[in-house]
């Protein structure tokens, strides 16, 4: 499976990007996002899981980010509003089957794209 991130870039505080993932398979039961910002651990942003059409968001983006996938093109989109500087981080798309209980944890996506860097100017 693979994934390509593309989207990011420099953007001031209270701006707006949208990260698009282009994924080759189709049937996996989750494609998602996460982040890495420097001398942090990663953490999840977003995932949108196919059964149902669910969408599941860290607290601290609720409101501003929005996960899509148009599964016809098989891609996931994160629209993200209001950019705040504690936004700026790598961000990784990441597909996988995880237990739906733990959408959030990494270790439940398998396959993952390669980062795509958002910053966010004060």
């Known amino acids: 499976v693979q994934l390509q991130a593309s989207g990011g870039g420099l953007v001031q505080a209270g701006g707006s990007l949208r990260l698009t993932c282009a994924a080759s398979?189709?049937?996996?039961?989750?494609y998602g996002w996460f982040r890495q910002a420097p001398g942090k651990e990663r953490e999840f942003v977003a995932t949108f899981v196919n059964d149902g059409n669910r969408k599941y968001y860290k607290d601290s983006v609720k409101g501003r980010f929005t996960t899509s996938r148009d599964k016809a093109k098989n891609t996931l989109y994160l629209e993200m509003n209001n950019l705040k500087p504690e936004d700026t981080a790598v961000y990784y798309c990441?597909?996988?089957?995880?237990?739906?209980?733990?959408?959030?944890?990494?270790?439940?996506?398998?396959?993952w794209g390669q980062g795509t860097q958002v910053t966010v100017s004060s």
């Open positions: 398979e189709r049937t996996l039961r989750a």
């Open positions: 990441a597909a996988g089957n995880p237990i739906i209980s733990s959408v959030s944890a990494s270790e439940g996506y398998g396959y």
